[in-house]
Each structure stands twice: as C-alpha cells, then as structure tokens.
C-alpha cells in the first residue's frame, strides 16, 4: 500500500503557526477527545461526509445518485452505518449541502500544494505547518514530506498535544525547523476528564524534548473554567520553569467548533462556551507574568 494519510484542510496566508507567512496542512486523526476539541471532523481518521442542512434544497439528486442506500430524507441526511465516503453524492448536489472532508495524499502530491506558496515562504521567512487532528500519527509519511521541504529549503513546524512514540518520532524530530507542544492540563485526573488517557506520555514527551534541545515551544489553549485556572497556569509555569522554560504561547477559545459537530452529526458535547475574551486572556498573562513567565505574542 502506497504511503498516504487523510489531509482534511490546507490553510494558506497563516501568521499564527509559526514565523512568516505558512500554509497549514491539516491531518484527521487524534488520540485525544478533548472536551473543548475545536475541530471534531478531525477526530477520526478516515474521510468522512459532512451535511449541511441550511443548504439544503431537498433536490435528493444524492439519494439517486448513493449506491450504497445511505442517504437518509428524514433528520440527518447520511446513514454513517452504510456511507462508504465515496463522495459521489457530494459530486451530485448543486447546492453544495454535502461535503466530503478529508482526502488521501502521498507526501509527493501534498508537497506540490506546499510549493505552490513557496515565492510566500522565501519573502516572509514562512513555511509548512503540520497540524490536526494529531500530525504524529503519520510517521512515514510526515518524514517524506519534511525531507521533500528540505530540499527546497522550506521552514517546517509540527504541532502536536504530545502523545507519540519518541523512539520513532526522534529522527524525524531533528529534521523540523520548530515544535509547538501543547500543554493543556496538568492535573492528571482533570486531564483523564476533559482529554482522555496518555498522561504520562505527554509529560515524558514534553520533557524530553527540552532536555534534548529540541527546537520546542510550548502552547496552552485556553477554555474558560477548564484550563485557566490558577492551579493550572501555576502548575505548568512550575513544570516549564523546572526545564528553564520561561515562555508559553497562549490560544484563545472559539467557539466555531461547535458548529461542525452538527455537520457530522457528532457526539462531542456542546460546551455552550463564549469566545475567549481580552480580559480574561489579560487576568491569565497576568498570572503566567507574576510567576516569572513571558507570554509569547
């Protein structure tokens, strides 16, 4: 079988996953559920049809089209149980109601989009970034595809929450340019609630990482009432400190990840959350500064 991995977005013009202008390559896949998960099409690591009932003009030129007898004319339009995702019902609706999200690549036709911004790359000192979904799930593949950037001198960043095999992931490690690690609960039983099991990995991971020099930087993404807490900021500016970490970059909370959950029928729980405001994002920093971090801008 040809090495592939199910690439669900490709983002271009990013100036918030690395230095410079990048193009952002999204992997479905995860080995977490977090409860907050802004991505939940991400989860799971197959291409999946999403439907979007407000454009849906009730044509059922997919339920002609389905061979599989998955389209559904009451409630939700797909019956996952018999949906092979071949994506032809997506083909057939003229009102873009369904939609196929995720496609297999090879490194070699994924590395063909990433050149296509690479003028981008060279002006802005920019490049790729690999995030999810979990990038990590994808050894092989993300190895060919780095070492298909290094030949074009392009800049490449992994971002990850952390869970992998650092004996495999090791060698490809040395490769990329920058890691961003997430750290997102310190606390292991509030991270066996809210994120799922594979602490103690991540905490190795994350350790290993700055003992070996590896070109780290660490990431808290912040969910009102379950990761800015004051316990929480303090145990991670304890744990950072300990490596002689003094800087965090800090993701604000939206809430358009809810949205999605709809539009695979999912069954991640609305958490029914605001955007992250500036104030609070202020009373965090705050915290992180009086504890003698520096919060990356």
């Excluded at 911004?117 to 799930?137: I, Q, R, W």
């Amino acid at each position: 079988m040809s090495n592939q991995a199910p690439v669900f977005d490709i983002q271009r013009f990013s100036i918030h996953d690395g230095p410079g202008i990048r193009t952002l390559i999204f992997l479905k896949g995860c080995n977490f559920h977090c409860s907050w998960c802004q991505n939940p099409e991400s989860q799971f690591n197959k291409p999946v049809l999403a439907f979007y009932g407000n454009r849906c003009h009730q044509s059922f030129a997919c339920l002609k089209t389905c061979k599989e007898d998955a389209i559904q004319q009451e409630n939700f339009r797909i019956n996952y149980d018999k949906c092979t995702a071949c994506g032809d019902c997506a083909d057939a609706c003229a009102y873009d109601a369904l939609k196929m999200i995720g496609e297999y690549m090879t490194p070699v036709q994924l590395f063909e989009k990433i050149l296509a911004d690479h003028a981008y790359y060279k002006e802005s000192l920019g490049g790729v970034t690999f995030t999810g979904g979990e990038p990590t799930l994808y050894p092989r593949f993300i190895d060919q595809v780095v070492d298909l950037c290094i030949t074009e001198n392009i800049h490449t960043n992994l971002e990850t929450a952390g869970l992998f095999s650092f004996e495999k992931w090791q060698p490809i490690l040395k490769k990329l340019d920058l890691i961003y690690f997430d750290l997102k609960l310190i606390d292991p039983d509030q991270f066996a609630s809210h994120i799922g099991s594979g602490y103690d990995g991540v905490m190795c991971n994350a350790r290993l990482l700055k003992e070996q020099h590896f070109p780290v930087e660490y990431r808290l993404p912040l969910v009102p009432g379950i990761t800015d807490g004051d316990d929480n900021i303090d145990a991670i500016s304890e744990f950072l400190l300990s490596m002689n970490v003094r800087d965090i970059h800090l993701l604000d909370y939206h809430k358009m990840g809810e949205a999605k959950i709809d539009v695979i029928n999912g069954k991640q729980k609305k958490l029914g959350l605001d955007n992250y405001t500036a104030e609070a994002r202020e009373q965090v920093e705050n915290r992180f500064f009086s504890n003698g971090m520096r919060v990356q801008r």
